[in-house]
Nanobody, 116 residues
Framework: QVQLVESGGGLVQPGGSLRLSCAAS????????VNWYRQAPGKEREFVAS????????TYADSVKGRFTISRDNAKNAVYLQMNSLKPDDTAMYRC?????????WGQGTQVTVSS
């Protein structure tokens, strides 16, 4: 059974940093790309970043490029999202996602709130 569990969210002031984690289980983690998405209240879900199975290729939304860094540790079955220079517009529920055996799998999400 595929499981993705996010953690690391919280309340942070503008300009601050957070590191999100996504712990995976139930599949051969090192064989699959992983994505981060976010959704703010009243807004559509937005792609944030993705990382290829071996971590060689990364992709970012323009809105986070230069501020966020996605990485993974296949030995720990984990993906990370380092978020720096956070802005109020980054406030959202962040969820990790993987397409495993043609099925979309999602974690429950971790809330990030950027506010003074």
């Amino acid at each position: 059974q595929v499981q993705l569990v996010e953690s690391g969210g919280g309340l942070v002031q503008p300009g601050g940093s957070l590191r999100l984690s996504c712990a995976a289980s139930g599949f051969t983690f090192s064989s699959y790309a992983v994505n981060w998405y976010r959704q703010a209240p009243g807004k559509e879900r937005e792609f944030v970043a993705s990382i290829s199975s071996l971590g060689i290729r990364t992709t970012y939304a323009d809105s986070v490029k230069g501020r966020f860094t996605i990485s993974r540790d296949n030995a720990k079955n984990a993906v990370y999202l380092q978020m720096n220079s956070l802005k109020p517009d980054d406030t959202a529920m962040y969820r990790c996602n993987a397409l495993v055996n043609l099925k979309d799998s999602w974690g429950q999400g971790t809330q990030v709130t950027v506010s003074s």
